[in-house]
């Protein structure tokens, strides 16, 4: 007996069960797939910089690198005048001193024993050993070069000694001991790159540090560079070494650090503007500025500064040359 | 006169003038064997859709609670694997840093094991999904495949400069780190977001009220009762035993799935409340004490420029244990004495590793760094690592421990629908055959 209800029940029957069986096996279909992009992120803080002010018309309003003369003798740690900035610093039991971590031989941080070291670390080193008698009594803030301007400024830290160029416009904010070290700004390249100097950089990518005077320097260069802007000096090295610029430039001590930690890479081109350097100390303890002058006269004269010098950067740049003189403003 | 029980003239069907398939019905419907018949289809239909219907809805119960057992509840936990161990290398690779030198062997043992176990929870996580899932590139899964072999590749290069004395080393590990907390870690919370949405979705269908089963089985049972009515009145028997007996059938099949479901649904909600929510609200409490022990490192290996990172410890720590902090909350939704004890502890713990934590700054304000290194990497009783490892253990602990119930309670679920589909097809079958017997015994009569 084929009724048609019964007939259109096992269709039905028939119908349900076929869509059961279609449930449990859907295809797995590979979708459409875009194609990722591989290679290495960039450093925190990374970006591209195209133009800066200053630069080309260099604020020449002042005499940047005329400093405060010392007074008199140089007093000894234990006769500090009271009151003085040095007195308060000796107080407060530890110079505060902001430094770099990223600077190989000026200011960086020895991976065996974890430690900061350098030239300015020497230097500031014997600023403390003036003060306290005690080339360790020292605390040491670790600044990105954007950094250094405020921290002074707001107090934070006694003293800047950090690869940092003297210029008017930084003059403003802060005051600046004598010269202790003239540096002068180069570019790093590849080996074999075909890259001369920042003229051929044209186009091409170039790494500083922030608000560093290198970064204005290359923006504003000639040739047209693009500025890329990182954190610190070895963010620029592993950017270079990961093809995501074309060069870095910046003082040549710093570069000369930066190649010796990189065979495949040379320092090319004439400099292309002096970089004199100079500690950085709050605009209103001129006591201290004098006090600092004083030491740095010492160090020039007795050997010190020249010692500093072969300890960390004569493998690098060769001998050490005579001390960068002093110029005052009384 | 005759009975109402007599036959009455059987009608011939006889091919009349061109009929309808509605008009052959009505014709049909118009005698008592017709009627029958007609009740005899409706019922096989019903008994067919009932039986179908009911172990489709069944089934896909069953399918979510394997899902559960065996697909978004392992999934959600290798979701949690991925971010507790990516943090966790993280932090150990930066605090290899902070010591100086080469890293100890068991830092480096560590860092080994937590990129092990997040590369194998991942492999876990992307083998139980769509290829399609995988197509678009800022999807968590995505990301966490492709970015994960750079991480691993700068972590080395920073190694091997760091061998060699290099300053570089440092900002290789930077760059790795940094791609860690802005890419890599977004993106497994985003996975494990998913992965729990999915639980709970799963937790959902299986144990949402059973409305199919319900409506289809009253259907049955209202069309057996108008059969009988029928039968009764038009052959003046009180019981029709096929027709009985596919009742009995129809009423077994409802309150069969009733009370399974009424289980499943009991044991789904257990293994919410005593299982899922606990393990969420922990699992956030130990991915938080991690950000907060990354954040304690970085600070020191930013020597001096970490201010960022010990403000993120402040605010990671106010989620930890400010007012309805994750694990006031966790104490609070916490059905299990030992889930309980383990909170206490891990509150306890973090009370005195917090205490570590201000000594640490305190030392590293006031110039100390040694001292501060000492205290955050060291391996004694007054250290943060240790004192952070033992929060890490309870929370641990505890997330096993809400974990086991979950299973348990869904494995329990699983069991109180075994034969559940089985059963309601042999029932089905039952009321077909009862009641195709029951009125083929009235329709003989017509003979």
Redesign the interface.
Known sequence: MT????RR?IA??VA??LA?AGCGSTT???????T?????????GAKEVTSLPGGEQADTSCDPTASLRPQGTLPGPNDLPLDSTMAKIRQQ??L?V?VD??T?KFG?????????EGFDLDMAREIAAAIFGDRNA???????SA?RVDAVKNGDVNLVVETMTINCERRKDVEFSSVYYQAGQRVLVKKNSGFTGIDSLGGKKVCAAAESTSLTNIVNSASKPIGVEVP?W??C??MLQQNQVDAVSTDDTILAG?AA??PFTEVVGKPISAEPYGMAIPKDQPDFVRFVNGVLERMRTDGTWTSIYNKWLSDLLGAAPAPPQARYRD | MSAPTAPPPARVDEPGPPAG?VA??RELSKTTPGVL??FT?AL??VS??VG??TA?TVQSRAQALDDLAGSSGPLSIAAQDIYRSLSDADATANSA?????LEAADVRARYDADIAQAESALAVAVAAR????????TGPL?VLS??LS?YT??VETARA??HQ????????Q??AS??MR??LLPAAEQLYRDETARLADDQDSASSLPVVEILLGLVALGVLFFAQRFVRRRTRRRLNTGLAIATGAALVSLLWVLIATAGVAANVDASRDDGSTQTDVLARARIAALAARADETLTLV????GAEFEEDYGKVRDQLTGDRGLLEQAASLASDGAVRDKITAATANLRSWHEVHVDIRTADD??D?AKA?GLTIGRGDDSAAVRFDKVDTNLREAIAATTTTFDDEVSQASNALTGTVIGVILLALVMAAGSVAGIWQRLKEYR
């Not at chain 1, 020292?138 to 990105?144: K, N, P, S, T």
């Not at chain 2, 840093?97 to 030198?101: E, R, S, T, Y």
């Not at chain 2, 930013?302 to 420029?305: K, T």
């Open positions: 009724t048609p209800t019964t029940a039905l029957l349900v069960l059961c797995d279909a590979v979708g459409e797939r875009e990722p992009t591989g290679g290495p992120p960039s450093p925190a039991g530890k505060i902001g971590q990223n190989y960086f941080r020895n991976p065996i024993t974890g430690e900061l020292i605390q040491l803030r670790v600044l990105v950094q610190g070895t963010d090295l592993v930066l930690q990189d | 398939r052959e019905l018949i007609l289809a096989v239909l067919v859709l179908v219907f489709v840093f902070l010591a100086g030198g769509e290829p399609a899932d995988l197509a678009d590139p995505a492709g970015k750079v590749g700068l400069n760091n004395g290099l300053p570089i080393g440092a900002a290789y930077r760059e940094s791609l802005d890419e930013a020597r001096g420029s006031s110039g760094y290194v």
